[in-house]
């Protein structure tokens, strides 16, 4: 007898499962088959509608149906082998994948526009600027779903058999290239802005894109009266590092620091490499309070860390200096009078006896530039 709370088994489902499956894969394969004979019909030349039927219809077929199985009939992985091999339709779109989705559907109404040039489709212009609309629409998805990619482009293929000359095609090539090339250079434009603003050796933000952060961050304040404070986090005795153990251990120590400060940070805070062993990070809107707390939990976080040189037995259990300087948004200050602030809070803590925190004593006759390491 069946204990009651003990799921029954029903051996039944599986078989149903895959009847379901089979019937939604011949569904997909019907449809598209259906719309590629019509297209067939309706716009192949004549002479090649036999070679298309005999030949090209049974691949078309055959694709569907095994991509269909293996995607459980999922129509969206169906559309990708169906634009493949529309053959009757005419038409060839190249769709350039790029982050701005407008050139895609850019691309396409050239070549919806180019349609009733392909002699014998008869298409309006506003049904082919439509359909290739709809097609681009299909291939980004497509993209986006990781199914189909090739490379920087997605290739979608519309037809082969073109009814007619290609008069009027090869402008639209032309523009199509145009378009690809744009979209590499924004791209590239892209890559070499990011990495003119990001340290090649940490991966954070470098000192250039930090002051251009806080200039940003120093005006947002102004304007609303909140407070913006800065961190200056400095490596204790770096130098014994690099002299005991070689500068790749140094960079790795920099790295690992660089790591630790990111993961003791606030959403929406900002830390960056300031120059040798030294970081900064930006807090908006974070009252002295709390930003006392972040400084000594990034503090903690570097004390916590032991690196293993390669063929070493000792240890490296690196520290940080930390100084702390916050602008209420009111009074009289400029970003660079806040970073000299935060740079003799750090001297002070180097005094104090370093892997501490302090917050901007005011030691105006110091001098920040000799803190000992």
């Known amino acids: 007898m069946q204990e009651q709370g003990t799921p029954v088994k029903n051996h039944n489902i599986e078989p149903l499962l895959r009847m379901r499956r089979l019937r939604r894969v011949r569904v997909t394969v019907a449809i598209a088959l259906l719309m590629e004979l019509w297209l067939c019909l309706q716009v192949t030349p004549p002479g090649s509608q036999l070679v298309h039927l005999a030949v090209i219809f049974p691949l078309t077929a055959a694709l569907l149906a095994a991509l269909s199985l ?191 400060i990111q993961g003791s940070l606030r959403d929406g805070d900002l830390a960056g490499r300031w120059g040798g062993e030294e970081f900064v990070v930006v807090l908006s809107r974070c009252p002295s309070g709390v930003v006392s707390q972040i400084a000594d939990r990034l503090r903690r976080a570097v004390s916590e860390l032991e690196l293993q040189p390669p063929g070493r037995l000792q240890c490296i259990r690196p520290t940080v200096s930390v100084g702390s300087a916050t602008w209420d948004g009111r009074s009289e200050m400029t970003p660079p009078q806040l970073v000299d602030q935060a740079d003799r809070a750090l001297y002070a803590a180097k005094r104090a006896g370093r892997n501490r925190v302090r917050m901007d004593p005011g030691q105006l006759g110091t001098d920040p530039t000799h803190r000992g390491g």
């Open 70 to 260: 293996r995607s459980g009939g999922a129509w969206a992985q169906v559309m990708a082998p169906l634009c493949f091999t529309l053959i009757g339709a005419g038409l060839v779109a190249c769709v350039p994948v790029a982050s701005d989705p407008s050139l895609v559907f850019a691309t396409l109404a050239l070549f919806g526009m180019g349609l009733p040039a392909l002699g014998g489709i008869g298409l309006p212009q506003a049904t082919g600027i439509g359909l290739a609309t709809l097609l681009g629409a299909v291939a980004w998805w497509i993209h986006l779903r990781g199914i189909g990619e090739a490379g920087p482009m997605c290739t979608v293929l519309f037809g082969g058999l073109l009814a007619g000359t290609w008069s009027g095609w090869s402008g639209a090539v032309v523009e199509r290239e145009d378009l690809l090339k744009k979209a590499r250079l924004e791209r590239l434009a892209d890559q070499l802005s990011e990495r003119a603003k990001t340290d090649p050796l940490t991966g954070l933000p470098n000192r250039q894109h930090v002051q251009d952060v806080l200039e940003d961050a120093w005006e947002l304040s102004r304007q609303s009266s909140d407070c913006l404070s800065l961190l200056m986090v400095d490596i204790d005795h770096f130098k014994r590092v690099n002299d005991s153990f070689g500068h790749p251990v140094g960079d790795s120590v920099i790295r690992a620091v660089g790591e630790a």
